[in-house]
Each structure stands twice: as C-alpha cells, then as structure tokens.
C-alpha cells in the first residue's frame, strides 16, 4: 500500500496529524481574540496584556502591520489551515490529502517567513502566534515523513499535487469567511469611530482623580510650556525605556504632539520593569531597563534626544552593545556608577509608591509600564490611538469651555 498519513486507518501520525490541526484553530482562534480586544477594547480598563518581558509580547503582533490584511486578522488564515488540516484525517481521501499537503508547505514557509519577521523587525514574539507556529511545524514534519506521494522522485511530486476541485472549494469557503471578518472588521472601526470612544471618554471622566507625584520627573519628552500645569493636556507617564508597550505610546504621543501643538506636556517618570534598581514592583521583566534609564537621566539636556533615538532605533535599544555606543555618542558612559544620577532616578521610581492599589495583586497603583496620570487620572496600560485621542480632544474641549459629548454625538 502507498504511504499515507491519513489513508491507512489509526495510527499515531494520523492522530498526530488531528491534534496539530486543532491546536492550529485553538491558537489562531486565540490570535484573532487578542487582535480584536486590542485593538478594539470596549472600555478603557481592558487595556492590553500577554506582555511577559520584552521580547515575548502578543500586543506587539496585534499593533503590528501584519496583524491584518484588508480588515481580515491573519490569524484567520492559520483557523483555515487548522480546520482543514483536522477534516483531513476525519474524512479521509487522496485528493484531500495532496492539497493538504501542498497547503502545510505553503503554511510552513508563510510560519518561518512570520517568525523571522517577528524576531528581526518587530522585535518581539506573541506566544499565541508561537504556539501557532509550533503545531504548523509539526504538521508540516508529519506530511514530509508519513504523507502521501512521499517517495515521488521530485520536489514538485512530493508536494504540490493539490485536487484543483478541493483547492477551488477551499477557496470559496476561505473567501467568504474573510469576507464575513471584513464586514466585522468594519462594524467595529465604526463603533470606535462612534458610541464606543464617547463611552471611553465618559469611563475617562468617571475615573478618580489622583495627584501628581510628589516629585515631578524634570525629563519631559514633550513641553509646550515652561510650567507643567500650564499646558491644558498634562502627562505624567511612568514609562521603562525598553517596554515595548511605551514603544506604542511614545509613537501614540508624537502624532497627538502634531495633531494639537502646544497643548500637551509629558514628564517622564522613569520606572525601568527591572529588579536591579525597581523594588516598587516585584517585575524583573526587562534586562537593561536600569542602565539605559541611568544613560537617560545623566544629562538632562540630553535627555530627549536620547528618548527619541531609543523608539526610533526600536528594538535595537535591548542590545547590550547598542546602549554602549549610546552611550558614548551622547558622552553618558559614567552614568551607571555616578551616585547622583543613580539617587535621581531612584527618586523618581519611589514616587510609584505614592498611588493606593487598583488591584489586589499588586502593592501600588502604579505598577507596570506604561501607566499614565492624564490631566489628574490614572490610564494603566495602552489604547488605540483614536481612543486616546478623543480623551485628549474631550480635555481640550473641556479646557476651553466646550460640550464634548454634544459635538461627538452631531458627528
């Protein structure tokens, strides 16, 4: 009998076979969730999450620009292959089974193709993506040993027989579960774009209010004015210079500094997410958080222009090396071991400790990165952009005696 992985009733690579499809669809159907709850929170305490360290971090991949295709989640397309995948051993057929097979290499180099991209461009690894990935291989490893036509003589026999009929009905079915995401896809940009940002901005509102810190950062990344309370929009963001999350604010933030110049003012409160100068919270999420903080706050003059190059140089800043040679071209290399600069952003880390508890798992309000207080409210974690802009905008209109809920409803 010809080899088959699926055509030669029970066996262990079948059943293999099964569960690398179902744990295909229980990831990507896991992808497609955290895609659409964060880019889409319904409320502002949702927030983002999966964020374990640096480098593995689902919101990194949902913000990212390859996290959709046209409004359709690309996890989509991995729910498809899984689903397929798993039909194929419950329904068995040679024709079946080729085009599987042809899809599972087509899937293979789409996985390793996402995986370098992950690594060397967004700097950063979702688990969901990677459990994704590791069933894909696994897949991919059970038809190059056990499937079918395994011993044609040529590449192009081996893997790319697929049943034109089956490949056609695929197709379709494909076609019109995009299509069905697309329209969903939409419905939610509307919804944000509607009823949702005023029911945030009214959640924004209905948030207590909190003091600023007893010592306010003198490393601003934004200034609009020479006194912070002067500007209407006042930012004290607790940030770690090498969370990728503030890597989504900080871009966050440049566009609000263009869209209302002169408006916002944003202090910087160090808070590195690392357990060699951070004892507020007991995270050691980030290796070189402290020194690369230490580099920024040596020299306040110096300071903004190194926040800026570390979000433009994104992720390269992890790299031992590249803090070094940042060091040196901004003249900061002693900032590690001078006590004062150390005493400074010591201060400023303390002052976490100021704000009570918004959960019974941590000691302190302010307890991860970013978190800010926004004209007098505390904002953990991040939001979409036009979220976070109609807060800003309903401020500003609040600033300047306006009615913002009245003039978002005529829109």
């Not at 459990?131 to 897949?139: A, T, V």
């Not at 357990?275 to 402290?290: I, Q, R």
């Not at 150390?342 to 508890?357: D, F, H, N, S, W």
């Amino acid at each position: 009998m010809e080899r088959s992985l699926t055509l030669s009733g029970f066996s262990w690579p079948r059943a293999l076979s099964f569960l690398s499809g179902l744990g295909m669809i229980v990831a990507s159907a896991m992808t497609i969730d955290h895609y659409f709850s964060a880019n889409f929170p319904e409320t502002i305490w949702e927030g983002s999450f999966c964020d374990i360290n640096a480098f593995f971090n689902c919101d990194s991949s949902a913000f990212s620009m390859i996290s959709q295709l046209g409004g359709v989640p690309l996890g989509y397309f991995g729910l498809v292959v899984g689903v397929l995948v798993s039909l194929g051993t419950l329904f068995p057929s040679a024709p079946f089974e080729r085009s599987n097979k042809s899809i599972s290499l087509l899937n293979f180099v789409g996985v390793v193709g996402l995986l370098l991209f992950s690594i060397f461009v967004i700097g950063s690894l979702c688990l969901l993506c990677t459990g994704f990935y590791l069933f894909s291989i696994l897949s991919f490893l059970l038809f190059w040993r056990y499937g079918i036509d395994s011993d044609a003589p040529g590449l192009l026999e081996k893997w790319v027989r697929p049943s034109p009929k089956y490949l056609a009905t695929f197709a379709v079915f494909t076609a019109a579960g995009g299509y069905g995401f697309m329209e969903f896809h939409q419905a939610k940009e509307k919804a944000q774009a509607g009823g949702v940002q005023a029911e945030i901005v009214e959640q924004y509102f209905s948030l207590p209010t909190v003091a600023l810190p007893s010592f306010l950062s003198p490393f601003w990344s934004v200034r609009s004015t020479e006194r912070f309370e002067e500007a209407p929009v006042q930012i004290v963001e607790y940030g770690d210079l090498l969370c990728p999350d503030c890597k989504l604010l900080a871009d966050q933030i440049h566009r609000l500094e263009e869209e209302f110049p002169g408006k916002i003012n944003l202090a910087y409160q160090l808070f590195p997410l690392e357990g060699a100068c951070n004892d507020v919270v007991e995270k050691d999420l980030h290796p070189g958080a402290c020194e690369i903080s230490f580099m920024a706050a040596h020299d306040p003059e110096r300071f903004k222009a190194i926040h800026d190059e570390i979000w433009a140089a994104w992720p390269e800043p992890r790299k031992p090396e590249w803090r070094q040679d940042l060091a040196r071209r901004h003249g900061v290399e002693g900032s590690v071991n001078d006590p004062q600069t150390r005493a400074l952003v010591q201060r400023i880390i303390q002052t976490g400790k100021e704000y009570p508890p918004t959960s019974d798992r941590y000691s302190f309000g302010i307890r991860s990165t970013p978190t800010m207080i926004l004209n007098g409210r505390m904002v953990i974690g991040t939001l979409p952009y036009d979220q976070l802009r109609a807060i800003v905008e309903a401020i500003l209109q609040r600033s300047e005696g306006g009615r913002f809920m009245e003039n978002w409803v005529q829109r």
